[in-house]
């Protein structure tokens, strides 16, 4: 008898699926018996990821973007990285195959990709000099090699980005889902006030470091801060300073002021002075002073200044203390807040001071991340996570998170750190500002925002650190070159063509000179 062969095909690719699934049934099973542990978190995790291969194959890349400010970590790997340093990798590598394939082409950039090419370079060759790129949670002898993994891959996360050019129509909507992640940091706050069976959550998204007795205006809300900072991100990304005040839509600028509020519940004075000073250089940017708009605006700032300079004392805590930048002359203050703000601004002070002598003896080879244990068990033995009898030798110190952007590139990466740094901020620079100068009039807000945030990044670099804010600009570098596809260039209508030899100057006869064309108007439609 004989039997067809699509039907013998048929059955066979049947008995194999069965086979591969019964394999995996009993796996599971077994694991199940101790799911606590890491085998079994890793064996879901890679079935998961199998599973959503197709999804990751089409939307790898919003997806990568989406979790770039997201706080989740993934608490079933060793070392608890975070979610976007996974999507960068896979994006990264889903793109890689695109490419190998001739689906894509990556935009040639030299003004970034050579600094960030040379920076891995130096990353990679100190790290090699210096101890290696060690995971304590894997079982290495020095810890440190976490920040070597952050910062490489937040470097790698700027070509996941801009490996493919971004529809002018999908613009907003990837810049606000960019910054849309950040959200999610508001479900840090509310650990104490989560009923018990919904704790997991706090395994994917850690509970703030701050949370302690909850008091309404004292305890320190960071999650909500950082919540509400992304909110006013995404707003200025959809709509633009313009599209908020002068739609005609009331609720837009109604919910720009109170995230722009609810960022003092955090009581950081730098995501104040940074939301500000994002939203001052974005107004001039965009023109709005010269608009009905500026009286307005002008008298609302008196307003604000007359009800703060005289109630500042009564303000809630976490309030008083993100106003303690001001000066004392110009607002009162409770003492408590402006000592626990004097207090923060002292010890990095002191860090600083006892670190800077040691910068020339690691000009030439820095001395990268890694930490001996006997060094790092020393100080969190004696339990001092930041305050020591030495500054220098800090558990901060001692980890790299100096809070101060110079001292994080010179002391782990030398001189050359130092100058391909500022190479890379010179490019940089360069690029953000030709796409927001060169823009056309449809993505002029948007480059706008991306320019303004990106100087702010650069601004504020001076109290971060190398390995954290890398990812900032790298992000909005991605964008700003996926958007406008590459650096813009100049119009040729804009351009005045110039003989290649002009004429001899005569006595009495002057040089002909070239038709004068005024610029383009930059205004905003």
Known sequence: MNSDPANVAAALRSLVVYAACAVVSIIIGVLMTNPMTYTAFGFMGILCAILLIPILM????????????????????????????????????????????????????????????????????????????????????????????????????????????????????????????????????????????????????????????????????????????????????????????????????VVLFISFVLIFLGGFRSAIIGATATFLILFFLEGMHRTRMFPFFFIFALAVAGIIIPLGSKLPFTFQRALSVLPESVVQLSPDAREAAKDTWEWRVNMWKALLPQVPKHLLLGKGYAISPEDWGAEMGAGAAVQSADPAQQALALSSDYHNGPLSVVLPFGIWGVLTMVWFFAGSIWVVYRNYRFSPPELQPLNAFLFATYVWAIVSFYGSSLATGMSVFTGVLGLSVAINRGVRREPTENRVNIPFSMPFRRRGVRPVSAPQIPPPNRRFN
């Open 58 to 253: 089409k939307w790898h890349r919003p997806l990568m973007i989406f979790t770039w400010f997201m706080p989740t970590l993934m608490f079933f790997v060793k070392g608890d990285p975070n979610l976007f340093l996974v999507m960068i990798t896979l994006s990264l590598t889903a793109t890689i195959v695109e490419r190998a394939m001739g689906q894509k082409r990556f935009f040639n950039v030299p003004q970034i990709n050579w600094p960030l090419f040379c920076l891995i370079g130096v990353v990679m060759l100190t790290a090699k000099l210096t101890g290696g790129m060690g995971l304590r949670a894997f079982g290495s002898d020095v810890y440190g090699g976490k920040k070597y993994i952050f910062l490489v891959v937040a470097i790698l996360g700027y070509f996941a980005i801009a490996s493919s050019p971004i529809p002018a129509e999908k613009a907003r909507k990837y810049v606000a889902l960019y910054f849309a992640g950040g959200l999610l940091t508001v479900v840090q706050d509310f650990y104490r006030f989560t009923p018990h069976f919904l704790h997991a959550i706090f395994w994917l998204i850690p509970p703030n470091i701050y949370a302690g007795e909850f008091q309404v205006g004292t305890t320190r809300l960071a999650g909500t801060g950082a919540a509400a900072m992304a909110l006013v991100n995404v707003l200025i990304a959809c709509y633009g300073l313009r599209g908020i005040f002068l739609s005609g839509k009331l609720w837009r600028p």
